[in-house]
């Protein structure tokens, strides 16, 4: 089995994608001979052809719109959108047809499109090349919004994307694209969708979060285990639609919760998950839940990006604060 | 690089009936008209109604198409039925001619889902309201059907406030450069709400923004439907087999204000909307088809009535057609409803029940 890191998981994926269905196309700035400047694309375009694999112009509406044409007109198609700073123009698609085209027509339409983005900082690159969005898809019925955190889960989860009948947004921590490697077996398997992964069980304290904090969170609780505090790791995986089933199974056992994300705060995914939590198991809780984010601020230049994003220290301090509540 | 364009104003008729230019081959016989001339006449009465059912209160929001009949009815006159239609929200003349029933416009435009789930023209994109936001759509159907080598083609259609927007330019630009099989009418009413096409762009027209995508670029006299559905015509022709997108500016006015929740009062002058009158699409046929005696009052008369039948019947319909359940608010979000999903769902049931 080969062991591979999360860009060529998606690379992989694609593949799977494109070669199992004549119906999936990929388009997107530079994704074509460059094979996208991440590289997610490599090797498409001389194994599949232009037809399939489609340098679009500079042009974000215009790939999110033309995948919605496309999408309803019963092809695949799997949009990059080169970095997440740049996908403003594309998100007036994604909340007024690609997200209600189904729900306009009664049915009669659909929209089975994916958009992906690399997103989320931590890579020290220029402006409008850090950011985390997330939330403001989360905003949008009727869309998607997955978040793969290792090579295993972005190749499962993009396949499940890529076959899904609705639209998804598929955003790709960026940072993690060439941090660790593992086997992935290209067996065309998907993940599911809308459900929360469990990446390390415990009992003192529920540390819920996603993407590229996946990484700062399971550092956080391997050192909480040497001190004696157990900490349950939830990778939310599909943040829309969101199932908190998961979460309140957790806290209901650990009565304590830290939500970590890298997006700003204010009105941020946590502060969905905090009121969820008030709302449904306010009752298990033996401290307050706490929120450990990106700061509400334009995300720094990379001189000083270290102090807006979260990371494993401050986790590990907050949770050893919540376990002195009781 | 020298460049040099020429937008060419194609007319067959002028205000007064008279004919400019030989007509076209489906034009030779005055009879064959007829069913344009009706199609028109059936879109003017519709909308009439349509108008008087909001000011009763019992139609939303309803932006009449008075004035600008030539313009779809010559579209669908020149379309085949798989080719694909994209409208704007007020294409009302040439929804109804590819299939669209009257009464499901009404169900639409009084706030109904059910009506862009159209029984016939299926495969038709439903009314689009944010301006030009569907133009990339007929980009991305176009690339579909050239991708699966079909022989249709893709028909968009906008106002000329749309030509101001982002998404016009790209996705015209994309159909250029992939050599799409897409048609793109800008239906050119002078007036985007109370902004004038003239502070719209400097350009001298809007046929001509082709130019900077690559594409073809004509200028029709919108308010002539035998120039429309040949202008189209022709166009479709060179797009099906020759892979050449274009870019149609209809020439029209809008006679009516630009929905009924507007005054066009506060913006332009009775002046020139009489002035405009004068050169409306309907009268002008039929001054046509009665100085070739196929046409007159009694006729006229007759199919009016017939008409007024067809539109009475479909408010009526509409006007009885069951409320749609509540829960379906949820039904159509996804495929299938996803699970967090489904506690909200039966929550409202569940207060309907409590409220019953």
Same mark, same amino acid.
């Given at each position: *089995? ?15 994608? *494109? ?9 997107? &700035? ?11 694309? &490599?090797?498409?375009? @001389? ?18 719109? *033309? ?63 850090? &950011?985390?969005? &997330?939330? #403001? ?14 090579? @295993?889960?972005?190749?499962?989860? =993009? ?14 921590? @960026? ?23 469990? =990446?390390?069980?415990?009992?003192? #304290? ?52 830290? #939500? ?67 | ?13 002028? +205000? ?40 009763? /209160? ?51 435009? /009084? ?28 980009? /991305?159907?176009?690339? %579909? ?15 000329? /406030? ?40 400097? %350009? +001298? ?137 489904? +506690? ?11 409220? %019953?």
């Amino acid at each position: *089995m080969p062991k591979v890191n999360l860009i060529e998981a998606i690379n992989m994926a694609l593949a799977k994608a *494109m070669d199992s269905d004549e119906r999936v196309v990929v388009l997107g &700035e530079d994704v074509g001979i460059d094979g996208g400047v991440f590289r997610a694309t &490599e090797g498409l375009f @001389k194994r599949f052809g232009s037809e399939r694999v489609v340098d679009t112009p500079l042009s974000e509406a215009l790939i999110a719109g *033309m995948s919605v044409g496309v999408a309803v007109s019963g092809l695949r198609p799997v949009a990059e959108i080169q970095f997440m700073g740049f996908i403003c123009p594309a998100i007036d698609q994604l909340e007024c047809h690609a997200s209600r085209l189904r729900n306009r027509t009664r049915g009669r339409l659909s929209c089975p499109m994916v958009l992906r983005a690399p997103y989320g900082g931590g890579v020290h690159a220029p402006e409008h090349h850090s &950011e985390s969005y &997330e939330a #403001i898809f989360t905003h949008i019925p009727g869309l998607r919004v997955v978040i793969p955190s290792s090579p @295993k889960s972005a190749y499962g989860l =993009l396949l499940a994307a890529i076959r899904d009948p609705d639209p998804v947004i598929f955003l790709e921590p @960026k940072r993690l694209y060439h941090l660790d490697s593992e086997e992935v077996d290209d067996d065309g398997m998907s993940f599911p969708l809308d459900r929360a992964v469990i =990446l390390r069980k415990g009992v003192d #304290i529920t540390l819920v979060t996603w993407g590229a904090m996946t990484v700062e969170t399971l550092n956080a609780a391997q050192e909480l285990s040497t001190l004696g505090v157990e900490a349950e790791v939830i990778d939310l995986a599909t943040l829309s639609p969101f199932d908190p089933s998961q979460i309140l199974m957790s806290v209901e056992k650990t009565g304590r919760c830290i #939500i970590i994300h890298e997006a700003v705060r204010t009105s941020g995914f946590g502060a969905e998950i905090a009121a969820t939590i008030a709302e449904h198991g306010l009752l298990s809780l033996l401290a307050p839940v706490k929120r450990i984010t990106g700061l509400d601020t334009v995300v720094p230049l990379m001189r000083l990006e270290k102090y807006f994003m979260p990371d494993a220290a401050a986790i590990k301090a907050s949770a050893l604060e919540l376990m002195e509540y009781a | 690089m020298d460049t040099e364009f020429k937008i060419e104003f194609q007319q067959f008729f002028d +205000k007064g009936g008279n004919v400019v230019r030989p007509l076209p081959d489906f034009a030779q016989n005055a009879q064959e008209l007829i069913p344009l001339y009706s199609a028109m006449l059936k879109t003017r009465i519709f909308d009439e109604k349509a108008v008087a059912l909001q000011r009763t /209160g019992r139609l939303g929001t309803y932006a009449s198409s008075l004035g600008q009949e030539a313009v779809g009815v010559g579209i669908a006159a020149a379309m085949r039925d798989d080719d694909v239609f994209l409208p704007s929200f007020r294409e009302q003349s040439a929804m109804l001619m590819r299939g669209v029933s009257m009464e499901e416009l009404l169900l639409y435009w /009084g706030g109904d889902e059910r009506g862009s789930n159209f029984l016939n023209a299926r495969h038709d994109f439903p009314i689009c309201i944010p301006v030009a936001s569907h133009f990339p759509h007929a980009t /991305g159907v176009a690339f %579909a059907i050239k991708y699966e080598n079909r022989d249709v083609v893709a028909v968009a259609v906008a106002g000329d /406030g749309a030509t101001s927007k982002g998404d016009f330019y790209e996705a015209i630009n994309a159909a250029g450069i992939w050599r799409l099989p897409v048609v793109f009418v800008v239906i050119n009413n002078q007036w985007a709400i109370s902004v004038p096409r003239s502070k719209q762009t400097a %350009a +001298k027209t809007l046929a001509q923004k082709a130019i900077a995508a690559g594409i073809d670029g004509l200028q029709v006299d919108g308010n002539d439907v035998v120039a429309m559905r040949d202008v189209v015509s022709h166009a479709l022709e060179r797009t099906r087999n020759d892979n050449r997108p274009c870019l149609i500016e209809a020439v029209t006015y809008r006679l009516s204000d630009h929905t009924t929740a507007d005054d066009a009062s506060r913006y332009r002058n009775d002046e020139e909307v009489s002035q405009h009158w004068k050169s409306e699409p309907v009268g002008r046929l039929r001054k046509y088809l009665e100085a070739n005696n196929v046409w007159d009052q009694k006729l006229e008369e007759v199919e009016r009535a017939k008409i007024s039948e067809q539109v009475e019947a479909a408010i009526k319909k509409y006007l009885n057609t069951p409320p749609q359940d509540e829960t379906c608010i949820f039904d159509y979000l996804f495929a299938e409803l996803p699970p967090a999903l489904q +506690k909200q769902r039966s929550e409202i049931a569940d207060g309907r029940e409590k409220n %019953a």
